[in-house]
Nanobody, 121 residues
Framework: VQLQASGGGLVQAGGSLRLSCTAS????????MGWFRQAPGKEREFVAA??????SKNYADSAKGRFTIFRDKNTVYLQANNLKPEDTAVYYC?????????????????WGQGTLVTVSS
């Protein structure tokens, strides 16, 4: 499956962005989807994940209450509200064929190219 992420940009602290990740190739519905991010000089970290059905979701503590992951047809979204400067990072979407929802980076099989989010103070 090929993943194409978009929606990043420059936003002021307190603002919002909606990231999108569109999948092509194999059947999208067989994959759970996740969002990860990587800030300069740091390792890539988990942000949010959603199950194949969309019924189960998991969020990093840093994302709870501010970010929402949802999926529709062949696209997964990350709605990011009340953004903070520490949210500045390249955001990656990823697909995993595992049946249990996972936050573990190595269990994701396919990755998009990333989209840059910059939050100014």
């Amino acid at each position: 499956v090929q993943l194409q992420a978009s929606g990043g940009g420059l936003v002021q602290a307190g603002g919002s962005l909606r990231l999108s990740c569109t999948a092509s190739g194999r059947t999208f519905s067989v994959y759970q989807m996740g969002w990860f991010r990587q800030a300069p000089g740091k390792e890539r970290e988990f942000v949010a994940a959603i199950s194949q059905s969309g019924d189960s979701k998991n969020y990093a503590d840093s994302a709870k209450g501010r970010f929402t992951i949802f999926r529709d047809k062949n696209t997964v979204y990350l709605q990011a509200n009340n953004l903070k400067p520490e949210d500045t990072a390249v955001y990656y979407c990823a697909a995993s064929s595992r049946l249990f929802i996972t936050t573990t980076r190595r269990l994701y099989d396919y990755w998009g190219q990333g989209t840059l989010v910059t939050v100014s103070s």
